[in-house]
């Protein structure tokens, strides 16, 4: 149901833009979020989407990142700006039920994607 495309290798400083392709309906009826995973580590939630445009930001990407939606095209996106080396990870994009509207738990997200990766060079 979720596809994620748009990773890549940049150099700090950079930008990328991810976009996640949903099935038809998902993004405007569920809460939508980014995770990401680096190597060694636990997933963390980045950013997250509620259906009425309320958003939440991981304190480590606010001001760089920009999470947003087109329920016409069924496509979330996370514009991501002035990129560092610790944001290079495996990016995930999830639904959530709209009770759990706002987490950046993991625990909290019921669809997953299979993720694209993002590697910042120093």
């Known amino acids: 149901q979720l596809q994620e495309s748009g990773g890549g290798s940049v150099q700090t400083g950079g930008s990328l833009r991810l976009n996640c392709r949903a099935s038809?309906?998902?993004?405007?009826?569920?809460?939508m979020g980014w995770f990401r995973q680096a190597l060694g580590k636990e997933r963390e939630g980045v950013a997250t989407?509620?259906?009425?445009?309320?958003?939440k930001y991981a304190d480590s990407v606010k001001g760089r990142f920009d999470i947003s939606d087109d329920d016409a095209e069924d496509t979330l996106s996370l514009q991501m700006d002035r990129l560092k080396p610790e944001d290079s990870a495996m990016y995930y994009c999830a639904a959530a039920y709209t009770h759990n509207c706002n987490s950046l738990r993991e625990r909290d997200y019921v669809y997953w994607g299979r993720g694209t990766q993002v590697t910042v060079s120093s």
């Open positions: 038809r309906g998902v993004i405007g009826s569920h809460c």
């Open positions: 989407l509620s259906p009425d445009g309320t958003w």
